[in-house]
């Protein structure tokens, strides 16, 4: 849709989370500028804040070769969340100890959008991003480790989508307005 929005001179604006869709809105750059066009992958809550966490862990330890951002939402997974992050289970991942604002959790890495957003906005190339995990969900991803290689078919990606879909609904406008986000940054 970018190329598209280009021709035409028209913004972009989504609300995904997937890296490979920032990357390219990454390299349009220069060419929006010079169409006046904006292109916006994310309008959603996930990139703004750990990406001006980033930006501001930049500015207090700008000699940091490694970065770790996180958050701590409440509210729960949309559908499209859910699916996105599907897409990083044939990565593997770390479990670390995260104190988000509200007390120590286990927390996993993610293979998430701020990983590309964080390293344009501070040039640090490792860059890491977690998010808390039940313990039933870090054990169900540890399992996964076994059949990782599987794990990147894109049927068996289709198929966990699908489930998503059909079971995960997301949360209301009312419970994410209740529900508080919390956003965690540090150099590892």
Known sequence: MMQPCLRARAHYLDITGEIAVFELAQSLGARARESGVVLCPDMGFDVIPTDCMAAALKEALPDAPHLALGFDSRSGFSPGTAKTSVEGLAQGGKVRCI??????????TILWCD???????????????????????????????????????????????????????????DKRAQMPTFVW???P
């Open 115 to 173: 990983v590309s957003t964080a390293f344009h906005t501070t040039g640090i190339a490792n860059i890491q991003a977690f998010i808390p995990g039940s313990p039933r969900m870090i054990a169900s991803a540890r399992r996964a480790n076994h059949v990782r290689p599987l794990l990147r078919l894109p049927w068996v990606q289709a198929l966990i989508k699908a489930r998503i879909a059909r079971t995960v609904k997301g949360p209301s406008e």
């Open 185 to 187: 940054g540090a150099r």
């Open 99 to 108: 104190n988000f604002g509200d007390g120590e959790k286990d927390a996993m």
